[in-house]
Structures are given as structure tokens and as C-alpha cells.
């Protein structure tokens, strides 16, 4: 009797802990996965023959505010490269997402992103009733290349043209809040990166990327300056948040603390989070967009009365 009660005992146990398992398991999936609506292919502009799009993704209680995700890796782009579950933490908080797309280089140049990004952000303010968000209250975030279009915009978004023949173009493309990932900040000092040839030029596996006179120096300084946010900085920076890891070698990160330093000398809010031990990309990153989720609550929200 006491061998069976033991066993008894035993197999409660076992099953009171593949119960837990189970529920955090369940939790953890839903956590991932807050319920949405969602509309793909919304096209933006077109460039070289292609419709540029983004995907609308707008939670079930939306608090009236955007973040555009720039969707890109060492400035390829596409829309299968985001999954709604890589932002869950802000759409838990009712953020309505865009995840901007854009032609890869080399078939588009880096020139022509930034372009092309600035336009789908002139798109999306142009149509913020349609998608029920405030046009003042606009949030940024990307990781590697998409952290630094996303600080292109922070630096240099802007009003367009009064002028222009579409009535998107003459919409801003400004920012208010971003939020990054490891970005290349400095183009034309690439300090201690892999991607450094120590010559002056661009980055060596991304040559193609910024056209065919970025293998003339002298036409390189321009280029790489008018691609680097960090000759951007004023004192009209909006809040600007940067987790880097202090053991990427792609984008090291003293891209960031180079970032930070100007900004701080402008007077700007900037805040640096570094990851000891963590190189270009970690798994635990998303969990990190919590943090992305406290900062745009912090600088996009209206004030309490």
C-alpha cells in the first residue's frame, strides 16, 4: 500500500508539472502571438520596374499610434522578412505596425532606400486617418541596416517639397521616437569592423551597394557623408534609443557610443544599452523590444492631464 501510494504521489507530481509546463508553454505561445488584423502589399512607390509595399498590422485595441518597422538586412529587404511575433511587445501595447519594405541593393542603391523610406513614411502620414493614427505622434525602429535607415529618418526626415506634383511627397517624413538594433552610424569612419579594407572607402562587402562611384574616394566622402546620420545630429533629434552587443565585429560598437557622444553634445535624449558578450544579433533580442515598447510609451504617448 505504501509502494502504491508513493507512486501514486509520484504521477500527481508528474502531472502537476507537465500541467505547468503546458500552461507556461501556452502563455508564452500567446504572449508571441496577441491577436491583429493584418493587410500585406500596401504599395508605397514603385522603383526600377518594382512595387515597393509595406504590411499594416494593427492590434485589437490600438492606441491610435505608429511604428514603422524597417524591414532590412545589410540593406536587402523583403516582406517575408517579418513575422508580426518580432514586435508582439508592441503590439500588446496597441502600436499599429507598418514593416516597410524595399528594393535590395545592388539593384537599388543605399541613396535610394533612404529615398524610398522616407517616402513610405510620407505614404503612411498622408493616409493617417484611413489607418486611424495620430501623424504627430510617429515611431521608428529597425536592427543592422534597418537601424540605420531608421536613424536616417531620425536625423534627416523631414518636410517635402510644398511644390511636388503628388500631395504625398509634400507630407514630412519626420520622426518622433526610434528605436535600434546595432546601427552603422558613421559611414566614412568605420573604425574597427570587418568591414573595414582601412583604405577610406565603404564597407567592403556592400561596395555595390552605394553605386558605381563608390570606388572613387573622392565622390565616397560625399556619399558615405550624406549616408552617415551622425553629420545629422541637430538639436531637433528626437528621443533615440540604441541596444548594441560589445562584441559585434560587423558593427562594433563604438558605431553607437560615436552616435550617443554627438547626440549628447547637441542636447539631444539618448539613452545606450549594451549587451556584454553579444555580437551582430543574439536570441533573446525580442524580448529586448520590451524595452523598445517602454520608450515609445515614454516620448509618443500624449501627456497625462
Not at 509502494?3 to 507530481?13: F, G, H, K, V, Y
Not at 550624406?226 to 553629420?231: D, G, K, N, T
Not at 538639436?235 to 562584441?247: K, N
Amino acid at each position: 500500500m505504501k509502494i502504491r501510494r508513493i507512486i501514486r504521489i509520484a504521477l500527481l507530481a508528474l502531472l502537476a508539472v507537465v500541467m505547468a509546463v503546458g500552461i507556461a508553454a501556452g502563455g508564452l505561445w500567446g504572449y508571441f502571438h496577441p491577436r491583429f488584423e493584418r493587410v500585406n502589399g500596401i504599395v508605397y512607390t514603385q522603383r526600377h520596374g518594382h512595387e515597393l509595399t509595406f504590411d499594416l498590422v494593427r492590434p485589437v485595441r490600438p492606441n491610435g499610434l505608429a511604428i514603422a518597422v524597417m524591414v532590412s538586412g545589410g540593406w536587402r529587404s523583403g516582406p517575408e522578412g517579418f513575422q508580426p511575433w518580432m514586435v508582439a511587445p508592441l503590439l500588446r501595447r496597441g502600436y499599429t505596425i507598418f514593416a516597410v519594405s524595399h528594393l535590395s541593393q545592388p539593384e537599388a542603391t543605399v541613396m535610394e532606400i533612404v529615398e524610398d523610406v522616407n517616402r513610405a513614411v510620407r505614404f503612411i502620414r498622408y493616409h493617417a486617418k484611413e489607418y486611424s493614427i495620430d501623424p504627430n505622434r510617429f515611431g521608428v525602429t529597425g536592427g543592422s541596416a534597418g537601424g540605420h535607415l531608421s536613424l536616417m529618418l531620425a536625423t534627416r526626415g523631414g518636410p517635402g517639397p510644398r511644390d511636388a506634383n503628388d500631395p504625398v511627397d509634400r507630407e514630412s517624413s519626420e520622426v518622433q521616437a526610434a528605436a535600434v538594433f546595432f546601427p552603422v552610424t558613421d559611414l566614412l569612419n568605420l573604425g574597427h569592423s570587418t568591414e573595414n579594407l582601412g583604405d577610406g572607402g565603404p564597407p567592403k562587402s556592400f561596395v555595390k551597394a552605394f553605386g558605381p562611384q563608390a570606388t572613387d574616394l573622392a565622390a565616397w566622402k560625399e556619399i558615405g557623408r550624406a549616408m552617415s546620420p551622425i553629420y545629422y545630429i541637430t538639436a531637433e533629434l528626437p528621443p533615440v534609443l540604441i541596444i548594441h552587443g560589445d562584441a559585434d565585429t560587423l558593427t562594433p560598437l563604438e558605431q553607437s557610443e560615436w552616435f550617443v557622444t554627438r547626440a549628447r553634445e547637441a542636447g539631444g535624449t539618448i539613452k545606450l544599452v549594451v549587451r556584454h558578450g553579444r555580437k551582430h544579433g543574439w536570441l533573446t533580442m525580442f524580448w529586448d523590444i520590451r524595452q523598445f515598447g517602454d520608450w515609445f510609451d515614454r516620448y509618443l504617448q500624449p501627456p497625462r492631464p
